[in-house]
């Protein structure tokens, strides 16, 4: 039998192994086969655990695929599960919404059912406080599961990727970023730094909610919304503030410096990152892992 086709009972260190059900297996098996093979939530209380990109998540809940003003897309990712604090602030969220001119909400990846590692797409994603949020309205219909996995996302950018589109990047995209920026449980967007650079641009009035809003690589068709550590997570490791001012200035601009030169000898390729196992995550994630 695969070990992944029954519950994770037990979760032992045994030098270079782990015993996991009563099966041995690897001790450097990559924690996101393990997180990825549960398709519920652990049975227990609701807590994130670790860091962002370092951690895993008990008591999960998942976001309704449907609601007033939101849809959850890629379904069978099931990716829609999340600490009860992320699945209320995006209710919340999604119900505000329309106030801005913005339809409701298209939710894409939230965290697995035990959070932890993924797969693919994602180093963060892991204690369920991360949620891509799409910069595609939700339209005025229930769309199909079929139209949920197919439908692609529309990238803000202009051809030229240093600035967006401004007949896809509308006051309407402007006004969803800022209304979520706004909202105090809010840590930190992540958009391009064209959108980044689209919001200085754009911004009157109170900038302070631009602070939250940083340039990544990627991010031109979401935004890629992470709340605060909720005050019962004992366990869960905040991030550190973003820097003081809104970030437009000489922050901004070194998304845009030249890159240097190449080498005239090629450089060594470096070698991948080690996969993350367990023993690298916090010792509460194994009895997440371990509870059937």
């Not at 969220?93 to 409701?104: I, M, R």
């Not at 932890?116 to 949620?131: E, N």
């Not at 958009?191 to 689209?198: H, S």
Request: with cysteine; hydrophobic share 40%; glycine share 8%.
């Amino acid at each position: 039998m695969s070990l992944f086709a029954r519950p994770l009972l037990s979760v032992v260190l045994a030098g270079a192994a782990l015993v996991v059900a009563g099966a041995t297996v690897a001790a450097d098996t990559p924690a996101k086969l393990l997180f990825g093979a549960k398709t519920t939530p652990a049975p227990l209380a609701a807590r994130s655990i670790g860091a962002y990109a370092r951690g895993c998540l008990a008591g999960a809940v998942a976001l309704p695929i449907n609601g007033p003003t939101w849809q959850v897309m890629r379904l069978s990712r099931n990716r829609n599960w999340g600490n009860p604090v992320l699945v209320r602030f995006l209710e919340g969220l999604a119900s505000k919404a329309p106030a801005v001119g913005w339809n409701g909400l298209l939710v894409g990846d939230m965290s697995q059912p035990r959070g932890g590692p993924m797969a693919s797409g994602h180093a963060s994603h892991q204690v369920g406080l991360d949620a891509d949020i799409w910069l595609t309205q939700m339209p005025p219909r229930l769309l199909s599961a079929d139209e949920r996995e197919k439908l692609s996302a529309v990238s803000m950018l202009a051809p030229d990727t240093l600035s967006v589109d401004p007949k896809k990047f509308t006051p309407a995209q402007f006004n969803i970023i800022r209304l979520t920026a706004q909202q105090p449980q809010v840590e930190r967007i992540f958009v391009n730094r064209a959108i980044k650079k689209a919001l200085c641009e754009e911004a009157s009035g109170d900038r302070g909610w631009l602070s939250k809003v940083r340039p990544w690589w990627g991010h031109d068709f979401h935004f890629h919304v992470r709340i605060a550590c909720p005050a019962d997570s004992a366990d869960c490791k905040p991030q550190a503030p973003p820097p003081a001012g809104d970030g437009c200035g000489a922050e901004l601009q070194s998304w845009y410096a030249p890159p240097p030169p190449k080498p005239t000898k090629p450089a060594k390729p470096k070698p991948p990152a080690p996969e993350i196992t367990l023993k690298d995550l916090p010792p509460a994630c194994s009895e997440v892992l371990m509870m059937p």
